[in-house]
């Protein structure tokens, strides 16, 4: 049963490659450059994103996030299963090099058919070396076959307005279904440039309407096309986010992303112009900025000699960028980008055909002017750029940062002990090395949320209180080691990446050996910007304010520190995160007073210059409610504390921000005015 079902999700590619495989010689050697490229840049350890959760679903069998993603699991778990495959992470990233490379070769054949030789080799080496599809190809996602389902359904509707045969069309259906069972969302916001060029057999789809095989054929093809979705059905998961899907109700939930809400408390119309602007910087940056004019020239071709395609590549766009970001509301951070950077994979194919049509036209002109070599030459030369340009940010071949922050953290923990985790990274990345690796055997894994392991105690959808409760029970009568990666539990000894909980004897922070030298390999990372990929360089950043905390507590907890710890100590105060927490240490801990203000304001001066591209809004907001909290006292600088109060507020608009009872003292003392102080007017202070 198991073959069969995997004959029928790859029978499109089968299809496809088996009407004449001469003709595919061309786009198969376009897919072999572009793999090789994956395979030197492939990660050697596990990373972030969904890549945890995707490695246990295909290594342990169960459901993936929402909407689940029936076809890629349907065939990642064969693969990974093949008996050369170690337990590690090349099975799953190589599956989705493998998705690129085809990928690749189809788009090579699109492209052919809409213009020479020449242009198909551009766009389809163009595309899968531009910055974001090479970034999915490389790590187990499944956006590499979103795109792979996106341009065999494209190719199927080029098939289908050259022949004009229907079998061709219910091809396109089953394709079509079987798209929607990878990634349904960015599948329909395609869909709209598929109609516009299915335009020109409008005709005889009219004429074939009014026959009953065409209507059992056509939806017989979708619907089959959409059976992996039945695999979701299963009662007892060993992965799986929400648990088992029993009934029709939970399955369109989990396929309807209920849970999910894509949005931002605090985000507004601000947020979602800054991100438009983003997305177009993206495009560009897609193969290089300095390529803009050219796709441009492109884009302007199209719309001028082929209107219909031009349309339907504008449409195409549009869907993956503008469309969708009127559909989610995300803040306009560093994360929220990183979260969102991969959507768009689809809508840059646009892109990339703009840019094939102006690299022809330019440099046919180019050559007619200088020399017929030129031509070729100029080609060549362009598509290297290309691929040069977006090598550096997409090398991940000597990418072991999570990996090494996961072990350590593992070889760190008690013998026999519960660990506790929350959240993507954590519950991914832990679960991964734990469950599919065996890294600790004897660890325990337990998600807060009652997520993702078969362990629950409680349902996911039962009261935070129900959750707690149950936790708490468990933890009181077991007699195991408890440690938690966040800070749910108390009293901890603070382990530095993680928290166990202590007796009563045992200290405040003790930080191993082992766990220090990940600290100095973090700070190489952080003083020598090593880290490319966006999800990794905010975890750092979480990780460097962690241990600030961690080493800043072990510093003052003594007289008379030990030279390493102050050695370390001073190397954190020198990154920004340190200052924050520097100034969070002695400002909440009350140390703050007239002999020290000046030298506390000089280093909030300091970390206002330093702050990186990857600092939250967050932490933006908490430093400039330290510099109002500082300014505060002295009367002479309450204006400018209230200023600092007000860009606190602007950055992080919730209740739960800080600044808000010093925003409002100032105000109610001075007279200032500001719309944040009825915003949060019924927002308690501590007297």
């Known amino acids: 049963m198991q073959w069969t079902q ?62 689940g993603y029936p076809l890629f699991t349907e065939l990642c778990q064969p693969f990974v299963g093949l008996g050369f495959f170690d337990q590690g992470v090349l099975a799953g990233n190589l599956l989705s090099a493998l998705f690129a490379a085809l990928a690749v070769a189809v788009v090579h054949q699109i492209a052919l058919a809409y213009q020479g030789r020449w242009f198909a080799w551009i766009v389809s080496i163009a595309y899968g070396l531009s910055a974001t599809f090479w970034s999915q190809a490389i790590i187990i996602e499944v956006y590499s076959l979103a795109v792979l389902m996106f341009v065999l359904c494209w190719w199927c509707a080029i098939q289908f307005v050259r022949s004009g045969r229907l079998a061709t069309f219910y091809l396109l259906g089953l394709t079509f279904g079987l798209a929607l069972c990878n990634h349904w969302p960015l599948m329909l916001l395609s869909t709209p440039a598929l109609l516009v060029l299915l335009w020109q057999r409008m005709d005889t789809l009219l004429a074939a309407l009014r026959r009953p095989e065409f209507w059992l054929f056509s939806t017989g093809s979708l619907v089959l096309g959409l059976t992996p979705y039945l695999t979701l059905f299963a009662a007892d998961p060993v992965i799986a986010v929400y648990g088992g899907i029993d009934t029709v109700r939970d399955f369109l939930g989990y396929v309807g992303r209920k849970t999910y809400a894509d949005a931002d408390v605090a985000a507004g119309m601000a947020d979602k112009l800054s991100f438009a602007g983003w997305l177009l910087i993206e495009s560009a940056r897609q193969l290089g900025s300095w390529t803009l004019p050219i796709v441009l020239f492109g884009a302007w071709l199209w719309g001028r000699t082929r209107p219909l395609v031009g349309l339907a590549l504008l449409l195409m766009y549009l869907g993956g960028t503008f469309v969708l970001l009127a559909q989610i509301n995300f803040d306009y951070q560093f994360f929220s980008r990183a979260i969102f950077k991969p959507y768009p994979i689809i809508a840059y194919l646009a892109v990339t055909f703009c840019f094939g049509l102006g690299l022809i036209r330019l440099s046919q002109w180019a050559g007619d002017r200088s020399g017929k070599w030129v031509t070729p030459a100029s080609r060549v030369i362009v598509l290297l750029l290309v691929a040069v340009g977006n090598f550096p940010g997409n090398d991940r071949s000597v990418d072991t940062f999570v990996d090494h922050y996961a072990r350590a953290v593992l070889r760190d923990l008690p013998a026999d002990s519960i660990l506790f985790v929350h959240g993507d990274f954590e519950t991914s990345v832990f679960g991964y090395l734990v469950l599919v690796e065996g890294a600790r055997s004897d660890i325990e894994l337990r998600e807060w949320e009652a997520l993702v392991f078969d362990n629950r105690l409680t349902s996911p959808f039962a009261s935070d209180e129900h959750k707690q409760s ?84 072990l510093a003052t907890a003594s007289p008379t520190p030990e030279a390493w710890v102050m050695e370390r100590t001073m190397a954190l105060q020198q990154t920004f995160q340190g200052k924050l927490v520097t100034l969070e240490t002695m400002i909440r801990k009350g140390r703050v007073h007239p002999g020290n203000r000046a030298m506390l304001l000089a280093l909030a001066a300091e970390a206002a210059r330093q702050i990186p591209e990857v600092a939250t809004n967050k932490s933006r907001a908490i430093l400039h409610e330290y510099y109002g909290r500082l300014l505060r006292l002295e009367d002479a600088d309450a204006g400018e504390a209230f200023s600092h109060f007000e860009q606190s507020l602007a950055l992080y608009p919730a209740s739960e921000n800080t600044s808000i009872c010093g925003h409002r003292a100032l105000a109610d003392r001075f007279g200032f005015e500001s719309a944040y102080l009825q915003q949060f007017r019924n927002v308690p202070c501590p007297h």
């Open 6 to 67: 995997g004959a029928l999700y790859w029978s499109p590619l089968f299809l496809v490659t088996s009407l004449n495989v001469r003709n595919w010689l061309h786009p198969i050697a376009a897919a072999l450059i572009c793999f090789v490229a994956y395979w030197f840049t492939l990660p050697a350890g596990i990373t972030l994103e969904d890549a945890g959760l995707f490695q246990m679903v295909c290594h342990l069998g169960g459901i993936s996030h929402p909407p």
């Open 470 to 553: 149950t936790l708490a029970r468990l933890i009181e009568s077991s007699s195991r080691p408890v440690a938690t990666i966040d800070t749910r539990l108390t009293p901890v000894t603070d382990r530095g990446g993680f928290y166990l909980l202590r007796s009563e004897n045992d200290p405040l922070v003790l930080i191993s050996q082992d766990m220090d030298q990940f600290v100095q390999y973090l700070l190489l990372l952080n003083s020598e910007d090593l880290l490319t990929d966006p999800h990794e360089r905010y975890h750092a950043f979480n990780l460097l304010i962690r241990f600030s905390r961690a080493y800043f507590e």
